[in-house]
């Protein structure tokens, strides 16, 4: 069973990178631009694809013809701060500048090219980068109606599933980190898995394309925050997985010690470019710490979690290899990471429904009567009353003898076909108490006196037929609730009880 669970999560992370590829890749009928250096710009452009660190902030631009026949052009995956497009001279796209730099290398860039003449189209496409910059993918020509739903449903899955991957991270690490503290024993487990959850939504917001044009100083902010998010992340995790699986070797405090070092580093960096270096020395530490955690997991955990981790796991693997079919699509690994967040949040969440349901389950065996089924006494404490309730107490004529001359378990059987009968007449929030032996008290919400001894004279009947030979009788006495409380209302309806079993000569 770990097996296959191993095997469809790999499955499901090679499945997911081939759908990402396949939006970045053209449809049929679509087509590819070819991108050159412009005329006068200096230097070498190199191919497109291309992708290149920078040493200091650049601008590039790239010329091509568009043939007629298509009214969209997509740029799938670019990297870079900025981007201007022009058509035919005309401007027809910018987003962020140099001086405002933009997060763009998720964001997939639509431009209209609009084909009514039917004639080719001049691109001229302006992009600039603090510390990379790159074309990822080669650009697509293609139609509003055919390439058009492919770059939304592109768009979707690297802006509202990161979104959404965001809130889940941060919701389930406030929910995880707000129940450790209120845990008296075994609170770290879910402290630092909370804290990993929250650190993973951090991590994100780098990914997210909705991000803005921000300043510079915001914009490298942003990044070094997110790359701590990252590094504490995976720490939490390779710590709280620890914890939850009983290892016996534990990493986890050397890995949250590595985190607030590679943080510590990242703040420190006083630009995008040194920023990178660092980053991509840290994501060297860091990678075989995930490793490590979905190595823990895979043995420790059950395997319905295992699919998940497996999953996280591969695309650890991936940022490791950085070679062929995936290769510069590293963004993937945010995927993984939310993959191995939702495993550790489903099983804390299940682990919290089964107290919640155990706590239930406890509350309810408190307040029940365990022969019967009824509610008990340390129900009636907790019970509030309305001034149109009514308080019926009930009362068997000659239990004693049943007990003796038929035993115990005919006694039991009768105190269950009462409260059977009592429920087969009452509504939804009436209820039926065992106070002890044979005494039990009907709680009948807004019904007056005439109507409450109507129903009571049924229940009473019904159970007289479900042992005809015993001849089993009962006395009962009602009492309005008015202002007073529970016990109030039951001293009354008691002392109307043995008023009634007085005048019918019974004891």
Known sequence: MRAVAIAAGLGGYVAFAALVLWLHAPGPGDGMLALHACPGMPGEVPAVPFYEILERPSTVRLCGEAPAGYDLLVLPRISGNAITVRVDGALRHRVGALDRPA???????????????????????????????????????????????????????????????????????????????????????????????????????????????VDPATYLLRRKISLAGAYFTVACLVSGLERVAAARRRLGTTALAGAGVLSLLMLIQ???????????????LAIPMMIYAVGVVVRRLEPAYVALWAFFGASALHVLVNSGFLRGHLFLLQFGILAGTVAAGLRSAVQLTRVAVDLERAARAA?????????????????????????????????????????????????????????????????????????????????????????????????????????????????????????????????????????????
């Not at 600039?128 to 592109?154: E, K, N």
């Not at 660092?278 to 994501?283: E, I």
């Not at 009473?460 to 009602?478: E, N, Q, Y």
């Open 270 to 284: 006083p630009d995008p470019v040194a920023l990178k270096t660092a980053s991509d020395w840290g994501s060297m």
């Open 103 to 213: 997060n763009l290398w998720l964001q997939p860039q639509r431009i209209p090219l609009d084909d009514e003449r039917g004639r080719s189209r001049e691109i001229e496409i302006e992009l600039g980068g603090l510390y990379d910059l790159g074309v990822r993918v080669a650009p697509v020509l293609t139609s509003f109606r055919a390439g058009g739903r492919r770059a939304d449903l592109l768009a979707w899955v690297n802006g509202d599933l990161v979104a959404l991957a965001t809130g889940f991270n941060l919701g389930v690490g406030l929910l995880l980190f707000a129940y450790g503290v209120r845990r008296r024993r075994d609170r770290s487990e879910y402290l630092v898995l909370g804290v990993s959850a929250m650190c993973a939504a951090l991590y994100m917001l780098d990914f997210h394309p909705g991000g803005g044009a």
């Open 367 to 507: 307040m029940t009567d365990p022969l019967t089924g009824a509610r008990n006494r340390a129900f009636c404490e907790q019970l509030e009353l309305d001034a149109t309730d009514v308080v019926a107490l009930f009362d068997f004529d000659d239990f004693k003898r049943v007990n003796d001359e038929l035993g115990h378990s005919r006694g039991d059987r009768l105190l269950v076909d009462f409260v059977l009968a009592a429920r087969a007449r009452l509504r939804a929030n009436d209820h039926v108490v065992r106070l002890g032996g044979d005494e039990f008290v009907l709680v009948l919400r807004r019904v007056e006196l005439r109507t409450a001894h109507h129903i009571c004279q049924e229940i009473l009947d019904a159970w007289r037929r479900t042992s005809p030979d015993l001849a089993a009788s009962a006395s009962f006495g009602l009492a309005q609730a008015g202002t007073g409380a529970f016990e109030s209302a039951l001293a009354e309806a008691d002392a109307r009880m043995y008023a009634s079993k007085a005048a019918a000569g019974r004891r």
